[in-house]
């Protein structure tokens, strides 16, 4: 009788029941990417369903993984989005996110059973965020004002980042290369001048910073192929025969010697657009689409290189980094400022021809090539370095840096546990429970690298205690340790962002007590 | 029966199809409609007041929403029940009218068809019902009026007006930055407001959603925001002292409706067609350059080479902008919208202090930002927050709380909240009831009682035991004779709402017993349902 009123179909869950399918929803997807936590955390390999394409993909980011699984539980939907949000504000730390919104969500069920009200949880994690916060930021070490310090910063927290990759062998390599490539942007932060360039073959360590832009196409056929200060013209407009644009017109002759003359007039005016373009003074032309044969023999003629079918972002990268604008019209060659490098040249990588511009104006722009065994190999190794160059970027901007290695967590509870005795009612209770979940974390990175978690998470703690707040778990050789010493920073910000947003999350999904799914719609054709 | 049989014994039909058509009738279709108003109403219960739940509502497409607005909740549930249709647009017409208090007015209405379906067992003929509702709900409003308290505010003193928004607020998630949330929002209303006319306009209040930071990040930005980049990735990105264009004209040759071809038969006419296509791009430009204008905003795309030919010609454009986004733009720039390139003139160009882009985390998320407009009331509130789920609620707390301070401004009398205001109603309804003649007397007491069902759910969703918090509540405000004592939802130790700072408007509450009223008369009324078949 309940559903008499609702459209077919719909589901209806309440009370007791929408939360345990909140609970066993968010705690599952939590579980599935648990293992990929923390240094020796495993990878998960991803296939795709479809008929026509059953690609795999290797990963150990949080983000890929979780954008990859279909998904129908909306408390689960609910730990994606935030995993997604994470990546795009943060870009590391996604696997955290999730991680600890299951595990508080896991502490809640417990409570739930000892009959707390949801709302009382709430605001016992409110106080318990609010002091773990103040402990993080009380411990939050800032060096931008020395330099020295704050490259060994950064160098420590691509460390860290990378340690859980696949890159975790390479590290020290791959980290150096990544603060480079961020030192060069200086405090501009934009990634867009970073490239990464993947051609299998060779080994992770032949990767290599490269000063300059470079472009995986190829340069037309007779034309040179290096040129010294370059002038060089960047456009976007189709070099076939130009589209006539005005709307319905169209060619109609009445004789075999008039479509000859409207094809020799169509060549008159590529032959035009073509010498308006040299005219520019310039002797490389790139363009975002195709070139054809005939304005290709042209610019051969004419000396110049011309680079087709750069496609989007390669035109815009170039364009940023050479100082030139990307153009369409050529009517007024004193207007359009042309990008300009010192040298471009075709190089090898591997087996592949690549042109690299070198000496370009903008000196913040550079290439980091990646060499690999397999393609997945590479895809996994971009992602990796991805998160590290993003993570750096944003600790440019916000320069305050924390102790990994589970030390701020335990910190945190730490400050937590100190605050709740202090609290009446059952508030406290859920404060103690979140302190556990972020204890929780530690453990299931212990978990991983296969160490007695209860052991070591207690000697954390005890460590803390006694006052050495910044020991955290040494997962090389399997016991605590001072985190300043081996080097484990993160990125303040980061941190603060999985505290916060998975505390929301959760809060937002305990806060439920119904569910409405709605019949899911018809779909034509399936 | 709709079958009714002729002198001779043969069948007559009245109604068509008997098979395909349902039909209910009498006190069975009073009934069944009531049952499915009161399951409605109770799936909002459990949302009501400062420590309600929340719904996670699934869409046919599987996306997740999770609010705490009745309103949103009944619009997005599918609701198939012809009366409990009644029921989504009852709260529906309360947000458009008062924006708030929309979960309040469906479980009222869900109470006070509890109580009739009472009655009706009785033997209660439901006019009857009605008419005594009618005649209750009468001195409900008188009550309401009289204890009604007006609060003085101006522009400098709003500490009135955040602290109705911060109750409003209660009851949602963001409530964590309840204070903040609720300064946004009387910023936002009060910037935009007419205080001698008592007006706002809405319109001049714009919300953007952006997942990612955290919620404390939410800002009121004074200016207009737009979900937009420049079209082309080179073109300046912060203007200072702009003059806009606002078209609503493509960069593109134009294409008249009238159906046309043009036959291209010889060469010449090739190249003339060429010239007079290149011709139309450089006019174009050459019209806004002239008016002055040095950002062009348009509703539509760009073509290429007008796209190159504005960064040539240093002037900024957004493409691609919404028609309301647009409007919104012109009022606040004080600028014409163009719908053709020959009307391009200098006066009818917007002017704002500045104009600039931003850039938001590690993705290449952004914004523009149009500030210190002529016309500077116009404002938009930039909603960050962890997920999606939270940025949408987020945005319907805003605007449920933009919603009250406009009614404050328009009205600025309050009732106090946690259920005071009900239960000052619901005894002077009873005190009344005594003195009416008749059946009708039982009416009026039963919509007491049904006033008594909103403290009563207040207590319940807070974890309290509600009858005993109610009796409390009743007998204080007798003893005391103080109509501002309600269900201490927070715990903080008072009953008296007014020291509490729990405020709701007059307005709100006197629409939401007079709407709830309106539409239980109507479900009461109803005989006869009577519903088609499906079409085969």
């Known amino acids: 009788m309940e559903q008499a009123y609702m459209e077919q179909g719909t589901q209806m869950d309440k009370g007791d029941n929408a939360r345990m399918s909140s609970f066993v929803g968010a705690i599952a997807i939590a579980d599935l990417v648990k293992t990929t936590l923390g240094p020796k955390g495993m990878d998960k390999i991803l296939q795709r369903v479809s008929q026509q394409d059953q690609s795999i993909s290797v990963t150990n980011d949080g983000a890929t993984i979780l954008k990859a699984v279909n998904i129908d539980n909306p408390a689960a939907k609910v730990l994606v989005d935030i995993a997604k949000v994470q990546d795009d504000e943060v870009g590391d730390g996604t696997t955290s996110v999730a991680v600890f919104c299951g595990e508080l969500l896991r502490e809640a069920e417990k409570l739930i059973a000892q009959r707390i009200h949801p709302q009382t949880i709430c605001k016992g994690w409110r106080l318990a965020r609010d002091a773990a916060r103040k402990a993080l930021e009380e411990h939050a070490r ?20 990378l340690s859980s990759k696949l890159l975790t062998h390479d590290k020290d390599y791959f980290s150096n290369l990544a603060v480079d490539a961020v030192m060069r942007l200086k405090k501009s932060g934009n990634l867009d001048y970073i490239q990464i360039i993947k051609k299998a073959g060779g080994q992770l360590r032949d990767s290599y910073l490269e000063s300059g832009f470079i472009m995986d ?9 290096r040129i010294e200060n370059a002038r060089i013209l960047i456009a976007n407009t189709s070099m076939d025969t130009d589209k006539i644009k005005i709307y319905g017109s169209r060619v109609r002759v009445d004789a075999m010697s008039k479509v000859a003359e409207i094809e020799e007039a169509e060549k008159d005016k590529m032959r035009g657009k073509c010498k308006k373009i040299i005219d520019h ?11 054809y044969n005939f304005p290709e023999q042209i610019f051969a003629e004419a000396g110049i290189m011309s680079i087709e079918h750069a496609d989007f972002d390669g035109v815009e990268h170039l364009a940023a980094v050479t100082g030139g604008e990307v153009a369409s019209t050529f009517d007024h060659p004193e207007l359009v400022d042309l990008g300009k490098c010192d040298l471009i040249e075709e190089v090898m990588i591997g087996e592949d021809k690549v042109i690299r511009f070198s000496g370009c104006a903008s000196g913040e722009a550079c290439t980091i ?13 971009e992602r990796s370095l991805h998160d590290a160059l993003c993570v750096l970027t944003q600790t440019v901007k916000e320069t305050r840096t924390i102790c990994g290695g589970g030390c701020t967590e335990v910190l945190m509870a730490q400050a937590v546990d100190n605050e709740a005795p202090s609290i009446p009612g059952k508030k406290a209770l859920a404060m103690e429970a979140f302190a556990r979940a972020l204890r929780q974390m530690p453990t299931i990175v212990a978990d991983n690298g296969g160490y007695d978690s209860a052991e070591l998470v207690t000697q954390l703690r005890a460590a803390h205690a006694a006052g050495n707040d910044s020991y955290g778990l040494d997962m090389y050789n399997g016991k605590i340790g001072c985190m300043d010493e081996l080097g484990v920073r993160e990125s303040f910000k980061s941190k603060l962002q999985v505290l916060l947003s998975a505390s929301e999350a959760a809060e937002m999904i305990l806060r439920v007590d119904d569910i409405i799914k709605c019949a899911p719609r018809q779909r034509e054709g399936h | 029966m709709s079958m009714v049989y002729d002198e001779y014994g043969r069948p007559f039909i009245i109604l068509k199809e008997q098979q395909a058509k349902n039909r209910v009738k009498g006190l069975e279709a009073q009934k069944s409609n009531i049952l499915a108003a ?3 109403s109770s799936v909002l219960r459990t949302s009501l007041g400062p420590k309600g739940m929340d719904k996670m509502l699934v869409d046919p497409d599987g996306d997740v929403t999770i609010t705490n607005d009745g309103a949103t909740i009944l619009e997005r549930m599918e609701v198939q029940h012809q009366v409990a249709k009644l029921l989504v647009e009852l709260s529906q017409s309360q947000d458009n009218e008062i924006g708030d208090g929309t979960t309040g007015v469906v479980v009222l209405a869900g109470a006070l068809l509890a109580q009739a379906e009472k009655l009706l067992d ?5 006019v009857r019902v009605a008419e005594g509702y009618e005649a209750a709900c009468k001195v409900a409003l008188d009550t309401l009026g009289k204890i009604g308290d007006t609060v003085e505010f101006t522009k400098d003193n709003t500490e009135p007006l ?7 607020l209660n009851s949602k998630i963001i409530n964590v930055n309840r204070r903040k949330m609720a300064e946004i929002a009387v910023n936002a209303v009060l910037s935009v407001a007419d205080l001698d006319r008592k007006d706002v306009n809405f319109d001049m209040i714009k919300m953007e959603g952006k997942p990612g930071g955290r919620l404390e990040d939410t800002e009121l930005v004074q200016g207009i925001v737009l979900d937009k980049e420049m079209s082309h990735p080179q073109m300046s990105k912060t203007i200072k002292d702009v003059k806009c264009a606002l078209l609503t004209c493509p960069f593109e040759p134009p294409k008249p409706k009238t159906k046309h071809k043009l036959d291209i038969t010889s060469k010449e006419a090739y190249d003339k067609l060429y010239e007079h296509e290149q011709a139309y791009f450089t006019k174009m430009i050459q019209q806004v350059k002239d008016s002055g204008a040095n950002l062009v905003i348009c509703q539509w795309g760009f073509d290429d080479e007008a796209n190159h030919l504005l960064l040539q010609n240093k002037l900024p454009a957004i493409r691609w902008v919404g028609g309301v986004e647009l409007e919104l733009i012109a009022i606040a720039t004080g600028a014409r919208i163009i719908p053709r390139f020959s009307e391009l003139s200098a006066d009818k160009l917007g002017s704002c202090g500045q104009v600039r882009e931003i850039a938001f985390g590690t993705t290449k998320e952004k914004m523009v930002v149009i500030e210190d407009c002529k016309n500077s009331s116009a404002v938009t509130c930039v909603v960050r927050g962890g997920n999606k789920m939270i940025v949408d609620e987020a945005k319907r707390s805003l605007h449920d709380a933009m919603c009250v301070v406009r009614n404050l401004v328009k009205d600025n009398r309050v009732v106090y909240g946690g259920g005071s205001a009900e239960i000052a109603c619901s005894m002077a309804v009873s005190k009344h009831a005594d003195s009416v003649m008749g059946t009708d007397q039982y009416a009026i007491r039963a919509f007491a009682d049904a006033l008594d069902d909103i403290p009563l759910a207040l207590a319940e969703n807070c974890g309290l035991s509600p009858i005993e918090e109610l009796a409390n509540v009743k007998s204080k405000q007798l003893a005391e004779n103080n109509p501002f004592l309600g269900v201490d939802c927070n715990q903080s130790g008072t009953n008296n709402m007014k020291e509490q700072g729990v405020f709701e ?5 006197q629409q939401q017993l007079l709407l709830a009223t309106q539409v239980v008369k109507m479900v009461l009324k109803i005989d006869d349902v009577i519903s088609m078949g499906q079409y085969q």
């Open chain 1, 142 to 161: 800032d060096n931008a004002a020395n330099e020295e310090k704050f490259r060994d910063d950064l160098f420590n927290i691509a460390r860290t980042t």
């Open chain 1, 217 to 225: 196409k190829k340069i037309g056929i007779g034309q040179p192929k």
């Open chain 1, 281 to 291: 003074g310039i002797n490389v032309f790139v363009n975002r689409q195709l070139i």
């Open chain 1, 369 to 381: 090539v990646l060499r690999g065994a397999s393609n997945h190999l590479l895809d996994e190794a």
């Open chain 2, 38 to 40: 009161k399951s409605v």
């Open chain 2, 122 to 126: 009785r033997g209660i003929h439901p």
């Open chain 2, 162 to 168: 955040v602290t109705t928004a911060e109750t409003t």
């Open chain 2, 505 to 509: 408007t007059l307005i709100g509450k």
